[in-house]
């Protein structure tokens, strides 16, 4: 598919991967909706995008909002295109240290916003794209962000694991039940992403995580995750793939610490997170001392 020209939506788009990706986009001639919270930074961020860009504040798992910021995307033009990167995580074992249950609330929470909101994104984003006229034999093509999680769930991530591998399982069946209507479904499943939430933590723990990468040994750059979207968008013969971006990464059942990000999207109440590293629920909201202290003991 030609991005030049087309309309494309962009869920969690003020920050992290979302945004990099909204410019990629843009940079490619798309006209790209970022549909992120009321409380992002998404209107400074389509102002700095310049007119091909515009802010639909929504809140994801409101299924009117969000279907309100698709209609805006799709009043720039026929939708074309959705990248779904909007997502977070919570630490919960299935029996917690003291014996008890995990409990249901945050794991309700977590499957309502990644999985429930994923669904929402693939059946709202293509229900548009399916009254459009084809182009070149297609109508669109969605792309939805899983994590390395959904393969190697480590201890504590019981929730982002199950939510991020119904996203995978999501993906084959959704690319077959939308062939009909000329619309590709594909899964990005990112590693370790250098988005602002790993800026916080202090060198020496930044150097384990990027040691842990084989090759390369850093962590992945939300530019190239955005390329990725962009690659998938475009390339006609991709479809019902789940593909991992993550330096050859396999993550080791550690219980590790989530990490905290003052004032950030990833816990209950706020609902969308665009700037979340995707990687492993580690590195969700938490305590960054004890992630520090586990993660350098182990490296």
Sequence with gaps: MRLEGISAAVTGGASGLGLATARELVAAGATVTIIDLPTSKGAEVAEELGDAARFAAADITD??????????????????????CAGRGARIRVVEKDGEPGALEPFEDVIQLNLIGSYNALRLGAARMAKHDTVDDERGAIVMTASVAAFEGQIGQIAYTASKAGIVGMTLCAARDLASKAIRVNTIAPGIMDTPLLGLLREDVRKALEDSVPNPKRLGDPAEFGA????????RYLNGETVRLDGAIRMAPADGAPLRRPGAGH????????????AVPPWEPGAPERLSRRRC???
């Design 63 to 84: 299924v009117d909002q969000f279907a309100a910021a698709l209609d805006t995307a799709d009043e720039a033009g026929p939708l074309r295109a959705v990248v779904h």
């Design 228 to 235: 990725l979207a962009r690659h998938l968008i475009e390339n």
């Design 267 to 278: 816990h209950p109440p706020t609902r969308l997170v665009g700037g979340a590293p995707h």
């Design 297 to 299: 003991r182990r490296r």
